[in-house]
């Protein structure tokens, strides 16, 4: 059944049209952001592990680390 209630729409006011805009681009900005930021940290990680292998392969297998020596009391 068709009623005046569901047959036209209500535009809203102006300030939640305004809201609704600015929460949308809001919205879009922190998610462009977080994606950056994924991307970012994904890329650095890559390069970490690569370099961290690269270390690995140069330093030689069979030498110990150093011991550090505890004080000691009296």
Known sequence: MVTKDNLF???GTS???KAATTD???REIIEAEARSREAKT???RNARLEHEAQQASI???NEKPKR???ARGS
């Open 9 to 11: 729409r209500k535009k």
């Open 15 to 17: 300030a939640e049209n």
């Open 24 to 26: 949308k681009a809001f």
């Open 42 to 44: 994904a890329r650095l």
């Open 59 to 61: 330093a030689p297998a």
């Open 68 to 70: 550090s020596s505890k």
